[in-house]
């Protein structure tokens, strides 16, 4: 479920990115919907959660139960960050606001598009409870912080130099923090994910093992 979860984040996200860059009230009506439909899957996803608890006689695993508490804690930092997202994108085109600069617009899509990669990555894990790439996610979490950390010196100095408004650096600044926020806790499901296989993966007895 959460694998598909993300996936279905992956692609509102491209929705609200595409509806601000050209400025398509529809575009950003479907992402806020799709939007609604994610906050959703994820308040079931925890509510199931919260049934396993009940019904759980897990009060001695510890190990055990903070896993699911920190999955109910990531589900809502992706959800709530991909509504601000596609909530801002919607709000100000509907205000009609000026449009983003061209070296904003070719940022966040370097932003966008790094960000995707990460959420295919871990929601293909997720999907087919397969080892996942370790080496990719990695990777692809150190390139998009290293994007972040230059896309901001770049908006300073814009910032600076009066040609960013105080409407788009919020704007700016909002897409590319909550991004690498849902970058970060959907790299946190699969840890847990991958955590789940080795915890809870069957123990052979050396002595019955097949040589």
Known sequence: HMGTLLREVRRVLNQGFEGLVEQNRQTLKIAREGQRRVQLWSNIIAANIFKVFRLSRWQEDVERTQRYAATISSLQEISESLRDIVVRAHLHVA?????????????????????VE????????????????????????????????????NQIMRI??????????????????????IAEQATRLFEIFDESLRIDAPRTDPETAPQ
């Open 118 to 153: 990460i959420l295919d990555h871990t929601s293909l894990a997720l999907r087919s409870k397969e080892a996942p790439d370790h080496q990719a996610i990695a990777h692809g979490n150190r390139a998009l912080r290293e994007l972040v950390n230059e896309f901001d010196q």
């Open 95 to 115: 205000n009609n606001h000026s449009g983003l600069l061209a070296e904003q617009v070719a940022e966040l899509d370097q932003i966008r598009s790094a960000l």
């Open 160 to 181: 600076q130099a009066n040609r960013s408004k105080t409407r788009l650096s919020i704007l700016f600044y909002s897409f590319m923090w909550d991004s690498l926020k």
